[in-house]
């Protein structure tokens, strides 16, 4: 990760913070088995923008959207609608990214959160590099943060592909720094 | 026993906030899902305090936070959001907030921003 | 795959096996409506184990005999999270009767010394120094001493950082006190140099000798009392009496007391809290 905006060790610590206070599970910078856009099936981002640009991707699986969802709603995984899995996804991206808006400089502020599933969905964000990736896993499941920075520099996209068979191709075109 | 408006564009947030509310005891619950909305019901009064996100479609926390004071001075406000620099904070304070809890959150911390305030268990 | 499963909130039956299981072995009473505590010190233990809910957890924890497992339900439950004006009513106290009285007692002399007998991370001698500068600015040209001391030099190390997480932020500062005494550096809030300074750690086990310490005006020992036998506890209460000074006062945790153990005590009632004096009731 990109040391002078947000170290690894402050990334594992707020997402520390939001698991054992939200989420009541451990998790570890273990990096997920095999490919993880195997797993991955819904991106939730919210973009930062103000004296710094860019986009904060918090990709999951669904098994893991829908314990954080039954969790955080004290809620049977029976008794879960789609939008409660969504809206739960939304609301750790929305937390993580307001912790990592507080780590860079200047005044920025933050977008509501959105979210991007299903198999074959692309999510493009124009003008940006990856500044930062992070794999993690908690309760067995694999997850991944991003953190996107806005570029003048080519190529001046990132493209995050969720793919449903194994062996797919990667995510993201972009370079990592 | 405590009235509360709880404003949070998230049903997600605004049901953990409930539950936190609940088991201290405060079941009366009024919740806004925008600026708003927020307004609207406070105007209509019999509040006994606000909890307030900040970042919301239609009118910001702050902004909910401004027009409650521009008539109200005294109903405690605590904003809950993930807005987490120290100019922020600041910044609600100015706006006329009470308290100010970041998230992520414990039911043990909204008890006692709250309970400064309202009869909590 | 682990199996992933919902949280439901705590049946009562489940909190009142806990409430018992912790009375039993610890002697504290957890109040009921503090369930949300019981879920937030006990999930990660039942996730730990491969329970899915709370209810399922205590429900095996109900079936086995008593073990390790029960050993580590009533230490998370009883384990102190220490916070900022931990409690508040103490604080109340200190702000309201006993620094005023305090001050008029000792203002040919112009000094006070307090001490803070566990601090653990910081935040109770921190909460002391706050409130100083907050409600007795007159202080400014007096010689104020807060000592802090703890068994543990590791935590003693993290409270001479006087750096302090939000979540720990979060817990019992005020936004109006958090702004004004501390400043964010990255994901973290550290307090001023000016508070801290007026601050000395050291390493000191109470039921050791202690560390050479002046006569204190205010001692908090909250919530240490009650790990100990009554007979050690005699013996530190003893100890406490030779190192408070005349007029001095004493703060406990809220389910310790010197009734029934070191008499020379007498117990001041302050509406939702008490401290303890030694010495006559003064003119009432």
Sequence with gaps: MNETLVSDDQMLELLESVWSSMLYVPISAVPPKGDFTEHARLTASVHIAGDWNGTVLLHLTEPFAEFAAATMLASDTEGLTDADRDDAAAELCNIIGGSIKSLLPGRNSLSLPAIVKGEESLLRVPNTHVLATMDVQSAGQPLRIRILARTDRKPAESEFRQVASAGAAPAGNSRSH | MSRILLADDSGTMRTIIRRSLEALGVTDIVEAADGNQATQLFAAGGFDAVITDWNMPGKTGIEVVRTIRQTDKTTPIVMITTEAEKTRVLEAIQAGVNDYLVKPFTTDNLREKLGRFTPVA | ?284
């Excluded at chain 3, 990255?186 to 000016?194: D, E, N, T, Y």
């Excluded at chain 3, 750690?201 to 005006?217: G, T």
């Excluded at chain 3, 013996?235 to 007391?257: D, P, Y």
Aim: net charge positive; proline share 5%; aromatic share 8%.
């Design chain 3, 1 to 284: 795959m682990t199996t992933l499963a919902a949280t439901p909130a705590l049946d009562s039956l489940s909190f009142e096996y806990v409430r018992k299981l912790v009375l039993e072995r610890s002697a504290i009473a957890l109040e009921t409506g503090k369930g949300y505590l019981v879920e937030s010190r006990l999930m990660p233990i039942a996730r730990a184990h491969g329970h899915g809910t709370l209810s399922a957890f205590i429900e095996s924890l109900r079936r086995q005999p008593h073990g390790i497992l029960h050993t580590q339900v009533v230490e998370a439950m009883t384990t102190n999270e220490t916070s900022f004006f931990r409690d508040i009513h103490p604080f109340d106290a200190l702000r309201t009767i006993v620094l005023p009285e305090l001050v008029s007692a000792r203002s040919a002399a112009k000094k006070l010394n307090l001490w803070s007998a566990a601090c653990s991370t910081g935040q109770e001698p921190y909460s002391i120094a706050i409130l100083l500068a907050e409600h007795f600015p007159a202080l400014s040209d007096w010689t104020v001493n807060i000592y802090a001391t703890d068994l543990s030099q590791q935590v003693l190390d993290r409270a001479q950082a006087g750096q302090f997480t939000q979540l720990e932020a979060n817990r019992g500062l005020p936004a109006a006190l958090l702004v004004k005494y501390f400043d964010k550096v990255g994901l973290h809030w550290h307090i001023k140099p000016a508070i801290k300074r007026r601050v000395r750690f050291l390493q000191a086990n109470l039921i050791e000798p202690w560390p050479m310490l002046p006569a204190m005006d205010v001692i908090f020992m909250r919530n240490v009392l009650i790990y100990f036998t009554p007979e050690t506890k005699r013996q530190i209460l003893s100890k406490v009496r030779g190192q408070l000074a005349a007029g001095g006062t004493l703060f406990l945790g809220g389910a310790e007391t010197t009734l029934g153990i070191d008499d020379a005590w007498r117990r001041v009632n302050h509406g939702k809290t008490s401290t303890y004096r030694l010495g006559p009731a003064a003119n009432s």
